[in-house]
Each structure stands twice: as C-alpha cells, then as structure tokens.
C-alpha cells in the first residue's frame, strides 16, 4: 500500500482562524514533509520531519506550526494566515535513506486552501 | 548549489504517439538520484521513475524510460504510446542531502497535453 491521505481535502478559513491539516500514511516510513504549491508552481518544501522529529524547517511563517504525534502521523497547525498563504498542501513520505532503496517519496492528495 | 531545468513550458504529442520531456540539472554531487513525477488535474504527485546517479542502466517502468546521460547532465523521460490519461504536468527533481532524509529540488514543470 504506497497511500498517503490528506484531509480535509478543501479549507476555506478566515485571517483569524485556527484550523489543522492532517496527514496519514501506514508504509512504515519515518521521513514526512510537508510542501506548499501555488498555481503552475513546482511545490516548495515546509518542513521534513525524521523519525518524530523536526530535521528541516525552510524559513516558514510561524503562523505555520507543524506536528508529529507518532511515526504515522503528520499535521500542520494554521493560524492568523494571509491571503497569500492560499495554496495546495501537500504531504509526503519516504523512506529513510539509511534503510537503503530509492527513497522516492509518496505523495498525498493534498488540500486545497483558501484564505479569505 | 543544485538545480533542475525544464525548459518546455507546455509540450503536446498524439495519442499512442512517443514524448520526449526535457531535464537537465546541475550537482556537484558524485552520488545524487533523479525523479520524475507526474501531477494530474487534481493535484496528487505521482512517482514515476526513478534514476541513480551511479546506475549503469537507464532506469524504465512500464511505458516510462530515463534517457539518463550523465556527461551533458540531462535526464530525460520519454514516455511511449501516449495515453489521453498521461495528459498532466510533469516536474523532473533531483535528491539532496545524505541524511535520513531527502529533500527535492524541483524543476519548474512540463504540461504535456495528449491529443486523440
């Protein structure tokens, strides 16, 4: 099974809410991201979190505050966003690299939030 | 630093007909892999290949091939029989860091239209 899920799947929030994006995936990895992608943009890495903990965090907002309760579990807490911050979230998950293999990673569905 | 080039915006190519999308990149690296994804519509990023830098053979899977020429640095996808479904933004991205971990650079994206 190479699924990863997303929910929700669509987010419409106001400047002064609190919501959460989640993500899921049961493969066993211990390496997940997070990417934001605007419109016919590649997507841009967040956050890479290695065995629970935070390895990466690419200069993001503090308004974006990510979370890994477990091995399977990834979430993104979102707070006081901008209009800007309006973009496709995409989660993944790969493999570490010291297990050997490709490492190619797996992405989700993604959720698609506006910002209003 | 290192970089993915894409340099077709947009490509278009005739059902059942072979396709040729572009990728070249630029590492310092001796040891470094390449990918390819293809990104539907609706959103997902779907791994379709993958390429070691120290691998003799021209990655395939299925009807994708990895034209991978180390010495001009460029690392093409060729899909044959094109299908209406293949219709879809294509990015080439390259792996970096050794850690437990990869982190993607991305190219900027081909759309590849397939007509019938």
């Known amino acids: 099974d190479t699924e990863v899920t997303q929910t929700p799947k669509h987010l419409v929030m106001g400047m002064t809410n609190k919501k959460s994006l989640k993500c899921e995936q049961h493969?066993?990895?211990?390496?997940m991201y997070w990417y934001k992608q605007k419109a016919k943009k590649p997507p841009e890495l967040m956050f890479v979190?290695?065995?629970?903990?935070?390895?990466i965090n690419e200069s993001v907002p503090s308004r974006f505050s990510p979370e890994c309760p477990n091995s399977s579990l990834l979430n993104l807490h979102l707070h006081a966003l901008q209009p800007e911050d309006s973009a496709l979230y995409l989660c993944?998950?790969?493999?570490?690299?010291?297990?050997?293999?490709?490492?190619?990673?797996?992405f989700g569905p993604g959720t698609r939030l506006t910002v209003t | 630093a290192q970089k993915i080039t894409q340099t077709q915006p947009g490509m278009f190519v005739q059902e059942k007909e072979a396709v040729t999308l572009d990728c070249t990149y630029d590492?310092?690296?001796?040891?470094?892999?390449l990918f390819w994804y293809k990104q539907p519509s609706s959103g997902e990023m779907i791994f379709l290949i993958y390429?070691?830098?120290?691998?003799?053979q021209n990655a395939t899977e299925g009807r994708y091939s990895l034209n991978f020429q180390k010495a001009r640095k460029s690392a093409n996808l060729v899909i044959s029989a094109s299908q209406l479904g293949d219709s879809a933004m294509y990015f080439c991205?390259?792996?970096?860091?050794?850690?437990?971990?990869?982190?993607?650079?991305f190219g900027a994206g081909t759309r590849l239209a397939v007509h019938p």
């Open positions: 993944a998950s790969s493999q570490d690299s010291r297990a050997g293999g490709t490492y190619e990673q797996y």
């Open positions: 493969m066993g990895h211990r390496a």
């Open positions: 979190y290695s065995y629970e903990k935070l390895s």
């Open positions: 590492t310092s690296d001796q040891s470094y892999g």
């Open positions: 390429q070691g830098s120290y691998d003799e």
């Open positions: 991205a390259m792996r970096e860091g050794s850690g437990g971990y990869n982190k993607l650079i």
